[in-house]
């Protein structure tokens, strides 16, 4: 008898009824079927809900272009002013959110 077929008859009568019983015990589970229904119908609800979004996004983008654009030909000042207030919003929201960042210092150092 070959080494190998010695090892095989042993693993086989001393880790595989184990190894088998383990493996039962611990199957993992289906899940049910209305789970799967559920998880579709939810994707299906994500997708409609995100492509309302995507075109609700594309109209108020459409409407405020529209806007700037008829501004910049037809009243510059008041498209000067708007631009500039927009800039100034901009930077204030970046200074209030980044400016108070403070390098801490590890105590370990």
Same mark, same amino acid.
């Given at each position: 008898?070959? @080494?190998? #077929?010695?090892?095989?008859?042993?693993? *086989?009568?001393?880790?595989? &009824?184990?190894?088998?019983?383990?493996?039962?015990? *611990? @199957?993992?589970?289906?899940?049910?079927?209305?789970? $799967? =229904?559920?998880?579709?119908?939810?994707?299906?609800?994500?997708?409609?809900? /995100?492509?309302? #979004?995507?075109? /609700? +996004?594309?109209? !108020?983008? $459409?409407?405020?272009?529209?806007?700037?654009?008829? /501004?910049?030909?037809? #009243?510059?000042?008041? $498209? !000067?002013?708007?631009?500039?207030? &927009?800039? !100034? &919003?901009?930077?204030? $929201?970046?200074?209030?959110? +980044? &400016? =108070?960042?403070?390098?801490?210092?590890?105590?370990?150092?």
């Amino acid at each position: 008898m070959r @080494e190998r #077929d010695r090892d095989e008859l042993w693993f *086989h009568s001393k880790i595989k &009824g184990a190894l088998d019983r383990m493996e039962e015990l *611990h @199957e993992p589970g289906v899940p049910p079927e209305w789970w $799967f =229904k559920a998880l579709v119908e939810e994707r299906r609800r994500l997708k409609r809900t /995100l492509w309302r #979004d995507l075109g /609700l +996004f594309w109209l !108020a983008s $459409f409407a405020v272009l529209s806007v700037m654009f008829w /501004l910049l030909n037809y #009243d510059l000042p008041l $498209f !000067a002013v708007l631009q500039a207030a &927009g800039l !100034a &919003g901009a930077l204030w $929201f970046v200074f209030r959110r +980044f &400016g =108070k960042r403070v390098k801490r210092d590890w105590p370990n150092r």
